[in-house]
Each structure stands twice: as structure tokens, then as C-alpha cells.
């Protein structure tokens, strides 16, 4: 029998009417003849409200403790959704990370899935069980709780779709993957394909729709994953490998990322030692730094900018504030209030002058851009947040978004 592993997010059980209409579609399914697993999200905000609860009482909240707090919310989900089934007579049993086996290694917050063990799956689906799995978390080879990073629902879900070689179904509050977040964009077209590295580059960019890592695993183990609306009624995108030989738009999409922030370091000797200390200083506090710049040296030292997420500010700049002991010179600056933009194609590999052009567009719109990226797919341009609407429109309306 086909396995099938479908993912509901946050919005799709925020209520009970919402888990009682999702049991119903799941009940469809299962009585049409599939081997089911379902991955939920905590309910509708859960998850903000258990952390904004956690830094209530600290700026610095304990990291493990942050997951076994967080690792609450999708078990009240999936025991929820469990009922549900079970009261249409449709067996049903939920599992948290642990109970399955879903290995993780990594900084706790941040964990990465390394294995998940099957046999319990198996073996429900042998009788006749729907298997329904709590997302975001796992266990580590210490046995502690471990959660995935904020959206890594969407990972635990296409983690067990490479384990069990089943289809992969997202279901969430859009109908599908747009050229830009339609809530920024509305105007945005929806895309029936993009492919891996596409949505790699836009997950990665800021485009909240899927977390990254879940792309990273669908392409390593070819899973196509489809993201539609949680009624299932509409059909929603593919995501999948394309053929990047063929003739592809230079734009196929634009991602909008808020949750940045970027510390500017100052007065540091222009010596690549001192200068990697300071990045693998970060780097050990398993902070993720993306854009980053330095400037021509003069008498001898030099500027580097680089943006972080905003979650990770705190650590990175009680990092930095070890080296102002040790290099007198030394200065930083932190900025919250920035915008990343990111546009990303396959045909930027082929097509030349992308970059320039959008160049021209800011320019002509009066958009100051002060950090620029590249690489093969993708452009990222760091902006003032006020500008954020101006650019998106100007983007949209040149590459026909
Ligand atoms: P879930 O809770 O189901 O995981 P998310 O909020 O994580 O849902 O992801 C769905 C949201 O992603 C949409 O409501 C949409 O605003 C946002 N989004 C961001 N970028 C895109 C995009 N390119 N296409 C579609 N939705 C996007
Ligand atoms: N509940 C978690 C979060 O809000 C995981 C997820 O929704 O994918 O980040
Ligand atoms: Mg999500």
C-alpha cells in the first residue's frame, strides 16, 4: 500500500473545529486505501506563546529547557488530532520525537535529524493504524528533547518521507508556493514547480513557507514535496528537480527576510588570524552569520559587516564584547532595523546582467542598498525596512512576479 506523509502547520489546527474537519480529510484518505503518517504543528501560536513566556523571565533562557518547553505544543496537537480519528473509528496513535526514534544531533534549538527508526510505523501501519507524529522534534544521543528550529515541522514531515519513501504532502494556510509571500505581495503568481534549489534559495532567504533544511532532504533523498492548502481540494506546487539546462525565467522568485540583523565590527587589524578568530568565535556558538562585507584597509585596519539572525544577537555580540579586551582598537555596531532581499532564479546561470538591473531599479526608485551577495541562483540585497514595499513592487513589475 502507498505510503502517504502529510503535514499540517500551526493554522491548519489552531482550534478543535480545525482538527476535527482535518480528521475528517484524513479519514477520506485512509479509507480510500493509504498507509497514513501525520506530522502536526503546535496549535495556531502555541509555539510564540512558550517562548515569549521563557524570556519573560530571562533575556538568556536555557536552551535545553527552551525544548522541552517548546517540545510541548505539537503534543498537544497530536494527541488532539489522535482523539479525533479515533471518536470517527478510524485507529489512530501519536508519537512524540523520542517515542519514534527521531535522532537528532546538533545545539539544542537547532538540532538536525539524523535517523529516525521505523519500526513502530511499520508495524502500526500493518494494523491498519494511522501514524501520527509530533514535528519539530527529536532526541539526541544524550536522550535529551531536541526541537529543529522554528518551522521545522516541515522537516520532521519530509525526514520520514526520504525513511519511508512516501509521498510527501505540506498542507498549510496558502494554496501554494507564489513568487513572492503573498501577504507581502498579493498581487504575487503562484508557481505549479520550482525546483530544489529554488526553494532551497528562497526557504533559506527568509520565505517562511518551507523551513530550509526540509529542501535540503527532499533533494538529497528525491522526495518531491507538494505544499497545498490544508482544505486539499485546491492543487497546490511542486517542489522537485528541474532541469536546469533548460531556458528558465532569470527571476522566478523574491524573498523578504525581517528576521535579520547585522553588527558591524570596526578597527580590526587587517590580519586574517585575527579575523577568523573573531568568525570561528561565533561560528562555536553555532551562530549562522550570511551576508557578510569588509572594507579596503587603511592604516591598517579595517570594517566588516555581516547580518545574523536577530534571534541570535544576544550571544554574538556577548562573543564580541570578549574581544574588546583584546584588541584595543576594537569597535562594533548592531542594527535590528533591516530589510533582505533576495532574488532568486535558475537563469541567473545563464543570463548575464540580473544583478545591474536590479541595481538600476533600486537606483531609480531612491532604494540605498548597503550589503550585496551573489551566488549562482541568487542576489541578496540588504535595504532600510521602509523601503521593503517600494522595492518588492519595482522587482515584481520588471520580472513579471
Ligand atoms: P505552517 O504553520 O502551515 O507551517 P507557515 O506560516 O510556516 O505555515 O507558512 C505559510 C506562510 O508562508 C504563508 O501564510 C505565507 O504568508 C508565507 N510565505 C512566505 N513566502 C511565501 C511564498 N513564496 N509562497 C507562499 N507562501 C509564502
Ligand atoms: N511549532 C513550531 C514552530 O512554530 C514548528 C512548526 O510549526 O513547524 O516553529
Ligand atoms: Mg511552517
Do not use: W
Request: with cysteine; hydrophobic share 40%; charged share 25%.
Amino acid at each position: 500500500m502507498a505510503v502517504i506523509v502529510q503535514k499540517y502547520g500551526g493554522t491548519s489546527v489552531e482550534s478543535i473545529e480545525k482538527i476535527k474537519k482535518i480528521a475528517e480529510q484524513i479519514a477520506k484518505r485512509k479509507k480510500s486505501g493509504n498507509d497514513i503518517v501525520v506530522v502536526v504543528s503546535a496549535m495556531g501560536k502555541t509555539t510564540d506563546n512558550l517562548v515569549r513566556m521563557a524570556y519573560d523571565i530571562t533575556i538568556d533562557p536555557h536552551k535545553r529547557e527552551l525544548d522541552v518547553l517548546m517540545a510541548t505544543g505539537e503534543q498537544v496537537s497530536m494527541s488532539l488530532l489522535s482523539i479525533a480519528l479515533n471518536s470517527l473509528g478510524i485507529e489512530a496513535v501519536s508519537y512524540a520525537g523520542h517515542q519514534l526514534g527521531i535522532k537528532t544531533e546538533g545545539s539544542h534549538t537547532k538540532s538536525r535529524i539524523t535517523d529516525i527508526n521505523d519500526e513502530k510505523i511499520h508495524k502500526d501501519h500493518r494494523n491498519g493504524k494511522v501514524v501520527i507524529v509530533a514535528g519539530f522534534q527529536g532526541v539526541n544521543e544524550d536522550n535529551e528533547i531536541t526541537t529543529l528550529g522554528r518551522g521545522g515541522s516541515d522537516t520532521t514531515a519530509v525526514a520520514l518521507a526520504a525513511k519511508l519513501q512516501a509521498q510527501c504532502e505540506i498542507y498549510t494556510d496558502v494554496d501554494g508556493i507564489y513568487t513572492i509571500d503573498p501577504r507581502l505581495y498579493p498581487r504575487a503568481r503562484k508557481l505549479d514547480f520550482i525546483s530544489y534549489d529554488e526553494m532551497l534559495e528562497m526557504a533559506s532567504s527568509g520565505a517562511g513557507v518551507m523551513h530550509p533544511r526540509s529542501i535540503e532532504l527532499a533533494e538529497k533523498y528525491k522526495v518531491p514535496v507538494l505544499l497545498a492548502l490544508n482544505t486539499g481540494d485546491i492543487p497546490g506546487s511542486l517542489i522537485k528537480e528541474i532541469d536546469n539546462t533548460m531556458e528558465n525565467p532569470a527571476i522566478t522568485g523574491l524573498a523578504v527576510n525581517n528576521d535579520q540583523a547585522i553588527i558591524t565590527l570596526n578597527g580590526i587589524p587587517h590580519d586574517i588570524r585575527v579575523i577568523a578568530d573573531i568568525f570561528q568565535s561565533i561560528a562555536n556558538k553555532d551562530i549562522n552569520i550570511d551576508m557578510i562585507s569588509q572594507t579596503f584597509p587603511v592604516n591598517r585596519l579595517v570594517s566588516i559587516s555581516f547580518t545574523l539572525p536577530k534571534a541570535d544577537l544576544y550571544h554574538a555580540l556577548k562573543v564580541l564584547d570578549t574581544f574588546k579586551d583584546k584588541i584595543f582598537t576594537f569597535s562594533y555596531d548592531a542594527f535590528e532595523d533591516i530589510t533582505k532581499l533576495s532574488v532568486v532564479g535558475l537563469g541567473m546561470n545563464t543570463q548575464s546582467g540580473v544583478a545591474a538591473k536590479v541595481f538600476n531599479l533600486l537606483a531609480d526608485n531612491d532604494i540605498p542598498v548597503s550589503i550585496v551577495t551573489t551566488s549562482e541562483i541568487k542576489i541578496s540585497y540588504i535595504i532600510n525596512p521602509n523601503d521593503q514595499r517600494k522595492a518588492i513592487e519595482a522587482i515584481a513589475k520588471e520580472f513579471d512576479l
